[in-house]
């Protein structure tokens, strides 16, 4: 089992949902990274998804684009994002990272080094964004060699079919995104997405994470009733935007949002159990 299993398997057996957070790598700075990853760990993060920094994010809203904007003025690109991986392992062996990324960095480097490479550092899982499931095979069959999760998108604009689809090819966990349009977008309708959810888990046993549109510990606590993971991303990316070159004031703001989302998700977690022991 990937870590990405062993880590649901283990939140499961103690009733709780994962945390999933996301930074982009480089951002504002290359040295500024592991720390950060280190700062949500601290936090209660349980995953980590780490941005490969590209120049044209189109899925990504205005605080994630400016973010890679950040990252690529020191020229960081996919070696350097492994690089920092490395580098995160050699204090933490446990805490999945997720590469999110888009195809062409990947396709630059080769899908065979890219798998290689990405397992020697330590990487546990890739979402690369605009990898539709029909032409993903090539991308897939050398991470598979090297136990890496492909982690897919499903929207609520998804049919029966790309769901299946795309349920049959995921490993680790399913990725919904809880709203039309981009990252960091308006406020989602967490009862709509309970209902989604029951629609998609017909097609996998997988566990399904929610993201897009978590800005708070009661939004968090909130998708945390119906999801299995719940996925933070803007929401942090702009700490790092407002204190991310003054890190006595970053790591007290991570610990503030990502430790009381934490603590509510595990409320609900807490709540849930008490419902099943009555």
Same mark, same amino acid.
């Given at each position: ?19 999933? /957070?996301?930074? /982009? ?8 990274? !592991? ?93 690369? !964004? ?26 609520? /604009? ?77 929401? !942090? ?20 949002? !990502? ?20």
């Amino acid at each position: 089992m990937s870590r990405i299993g062993d880590c649901f398997a283990a939140l499961r057996q103690e009733g709780r949902k994962a945390l999933v /957070t996301y930074i /982009t790598a480089g951002d504002p700075t290359p040295e500024s990274a !592991v720390g950060q990853m280190q700062a949500l760990v601290a936090a209660g993060a349980d995953l980590i998804e780490l941005g490969v920094p590209f120049s044209d994010p189109m899925a990504d809203g205005p605080v994630i684009q400016a973010a890679c904007e950040r990252a690529l003025r020191h020229h960081v690109g996919l070696h350097h994002v492994l690089d920092l991986v490395r580098r995160f392992r050699e204090s933490d062996d446990t805490t999945p990272v997720i590469l999110m990324a888009y195809l062409n960095p990947i396709e630059v480097m080769g899908y065979a080094a890219f798998a290689r490479q990405a397992a020697e550092a330590g990487v546990d899982g890739i979402l690369v !964004v605009d990898l539709p499931p029909e032409e993903a095979a090539d991308v897939l069959a050398p991470c598979a060699a090297y136990g890496i999760d492909p982690i897919f998108l499903l929207s609520p /604009t998804s049919d029966a079919s790309r769901i299946e689809a795309i349920c049959r090819l995921a490993r680790g966990f399913v990725y919904y995104v809880s709203l039309k349009g981009v990252t960091g977008a308006a406020t989602l309708d967490v009862d709509a997405v309970g209902t989604r959810l029951a629609a998609i888990r017909k097609y996998t046993d997988l566990p399904l994470g929610v993201g897009f549109g978590v800005r708070d510990a009661q939004t968090a606590a909130r998708v945390a009733e119906v999801a299995d993971a719940v996925v933070v991303g803007s929401a !942090v990316v702009k700490l790092i935007e407002a204190y991310g070159e003054q890190p006595e004031r970053l790591d007290p703001a991570i610990r503030d949002l !990502v430790g009381g989302m934490r603590r509510a998700i595990d409320a609900v977690a807490t709540d849930n159990r008490g419902e099943v022991a009555g």
